[in-house]
């Protein structure tokens, strides 16, 4: 892949996986997802939903590994930032809801509030 190509799309198209995966893994249950399959573009909320759904809930040791890893874009970031606003959080509040650092939280506003 070209390098122009690799700027267009740097990020995974989740919608085809997770369409392949649930026709070779789970065909009978492809209906159940139809509605978040159709969209071009999943968000990050879109995609740990269906997670959760096809493979259930995870143990405590799980998720702490997975969370280790968790990147967000800046579409995802204004969105938990709103989610703040709309709920009328503080941040401790916003990082425990999303498990994520109060400090985390904090630089987001400094870059995403200016």
């Known amino acids: 892949m070209d390098k122009e190509a690799q700027k267009m799309r740097s990020k995974p198209y989740y919608a085809k996986i997770y369409k392949d995966l649930i026709q070779m893994k ?3 249950r492809f ?3 139809a509605d978040l399959l159709e969209k071009e573009e ?3 909320f879109e995609v740990e939903q269906l997670n ?3 493979f259930g809930n995870k143990t405590k040791s799980e998720k702490q590994l997975q969370q280790k890893y968790k990147a ?3 579409k ?3 969105q938990i930032l709103q989610y703040q606003k709309k709920h009328e959080l503080n ?3 916003l990082a425990n809801h999303f498990k994520l650092s109060r400090n985390t ?3 987001w506003k400094k870059i995403f509030n200016n």
């Open 76 to 78: 995802t970031i204004k």
């Open 26 to 28: 789970f065909p009978q």
């Open 105 to 107: 939280v904090t630089k």
């Open 52 to 54: 959760e759904k096809l």
């Open 42 to 44: 999943l968000s990050h």
């Open 91 to 93: 941040n401790v509040q």
């Open 31 to 33: 209906k159940d997802f």
């Open 72 to 74: 967000y874009d800046e």
